[in-house]
């Protein structure tokens, strides 16, 4: 029978996939925003961030197969099939034709390419500092086609509206989320 795995374990699974830092400081960011937005609408806290967590498993030994071979190596460790579900419905239209219909899946595809253009944001800052980083900054580099511009824009104006949240709070809530964990992430 497939179990919800807890934080450590995912961890470990994750840690024998990734090892690039920038890799790993990005699913601890995506952990901590899936877990800040868990905690808004009175979700599974644990489980969010799990998901937010392992979402990129697959990303650094198999770039070409992103998505696909997450399912195979959560498959092989006896993940539940919902939480599968949610890591490979990241990459809708992009690298898979899994369509995020749950709210959990819905933030995890909207808050994915977020969270790189914010702390690409915050490295432009002076002090490399999220505390205090305000909207209007993130969004004033969002205009910038040119900054950040492997940050697929579409795809989070499209998660925001999947979640029926204007772009402002769907930012504020992810600086919010990114803000919790700053030190670990190196933007603190």
Known sequence: ????????????????YLKNEGLLRHALAVEAVMAHFAGLFGEDR???SVIGLVHDIDYEMYPDEHCLKAGEILR???????YIR?????GWKICTEIEPVHRMEKVLYAIDELTGLI??????RP???????????VKKKWKQKSFAA???RQVIEEGASMLGMDLDTLIGETIR????????????
């Open 1 to 16: 029978m497939d179990t919800a795995p807890d934080r450590a374990a995912a961890l470990s699974l994750l840690k024998e």
């Open 46 to 48: 644990e489980k969010w």
């Open 76 to 82: 092989d460790h006896n993940w539940p099939a919902d």
């Open 86 to 90: 949610s890591v490979q419905s990241h």
């Open 119 to 124: 702390a690409a944001t915050v490295y432009m």
């Open 127 to 137: 002090d490399r500092n999220i505390a205090g980083l305000e909207v209007g900054s």
């Open 150 to 152: 492997g940050v697929n």
């Open 177 to 188: 989320g990114m803000q919790q964990t700053a030190r670990e992430i190196g933007l603190g």
